[in-house]
């Protein structure tokens, strides 16, 4: 391959080059500091992803590419979706110093874990191929199995790291298996040339039907949708909460991609049988994760079924097979890490040293100790219960509209039926903050940093609801 030929390939994937070579130097570095030098490192992961950002923006394509024979995409929606995931990790990492220095972990294997995982996520969002699909895959899933039992001294996370890592093998293999029943029947291993070879020879093999099952498995297993789902609460709960916050924003972003990769692009001529399945999946999500949610008492594990009710609603703006329903997913998307890291940012503003602020009672009276930082939970939560003026509810109607767009009314009645019980346990905890009196009476001994960047992200909710059009053009666009 001449470099005539090369350099438009290397200009297009410069961003995941410029943050591998980044992690790597950060990881050698920190080598060489102490322990009371470790901000540096922290410093260097920060900025490995703004440099990342600046790649990214800087090379963004006009029209969308195909590089190194079909096996990465360089497009308008991985643009914006890796953007979304610089700027969550760096939340994420900001939120989380002062969480980890407190407890002795803000080691340098953690920033370079969450640099490996969002590198992962950044191969899973520009997949061209199912190799490249499986390697993104597992090197973000990898950096996660390790950073869930970062704590060691913690029997629960690692408790949670092993049953994670076993489950995640487990549906790794069945999407393993699926691909290679897909590659058996079209020679391919590219997801044009796989919808090519749909659309030319039809969908109606038994072979596609059950590669296509073991495919849909693998993504619901990553998206967290029941009856995968079975990783998300003991993870959420036994993981650090800074951990838990990693977990539960970015590589959301990254399995919606690698459902829009693997279902809307490569097997789109299956789209009547995977629709029919997801509305199950979506379905039973709402269901379990709205029911199970109010029975909780740890806000951790509450906010791991709401998750899972919430990739309830990701995948019915999937499954509706539209433009208009892939936008209004990749909105809700975006909106929900958002609002997720937030949500777990107060639950770091609130932790300290020997306490960790995870039960439910640890939020009664909040708006006595602090007002502006209840009022930014109560945003938070309302946004999350889909309450307007918040984006929470943009997002939850516009994915509504595009079910009902397709004729699945019954479809949307049944969202919208357990998106009012799920309110209930939103309203629990504004009822706690406002209307109880607080157990805890010290102080909150969050860092300035993190005061401004949760006030930020708070208000960041509120103004993508009072204007929502502008991200919603933006995920329109990208997506053609």
Known sequence: MTMEMLAPQMTSASPEIFLLAATCAVLVIDLFLSERNRVVTYLLAQLSLLGTLLFTLATTAGEPEVHFSGTFVRDAMGDVLKVFVYVITVGVLAYSRDYLQQRGLLKGEYLVLALFGSLGMMVLISAGSFVTVYLGLELMSLAIYAMVAFDRDSPVASEAAMKYFVLGAIASGMLLYGMSMLYGVTGSLSLVEI??????????????????????????????????????????????????????????????????????????????????????????????????????????????????????????GILAGTSRGYASAMFYTLTYTVMAVGAFGVVVLLSRAGFEAERLDDYKGLNERSPWFAFIMLILMFSLAGVPPTVGFYAKLWVLESVVGIGATWLAVVAVAFSIIGAFYYLRIVKLMYFDRPEETAPLGASLDTRVLLSTNGLAVLALGLFPGGLMTVCTVALG
């Open 195 to 316: 919808r090519a070879h749909i659309a030319e020879h039809g969908a109606d093999n038994l072979v596609l039907a059950f590669g296509l099952v073991f495919v849909v498995v693998g993504v619901a297993f990553k998206l967290g949708a029941v009856p995968f789902h079975m990783w998300i609460p003991d993870v959420y709960h036994g993981a650090p909460v800074a951990v838990t916050m990693y977990v539960g924003a970015a590589p959301k972003i990254a399995a919606f991609a690698m459902a829009m990769r693997m279902l809307a692009d490569g097997l789109q001529g299956l789209q009547p049988d995977w629709q029919q399945m997801l509305i199950i999946l979506s379905v039973l999500s709402l269901a379990i994760g709205n029911v199970v949610a109010i029975a909780q008492t740890n806000i951790k594990r509450l906010l791991a079924y709401s998750t899972i009710s919430h990739v309830g609603f990701l995948l019915l």
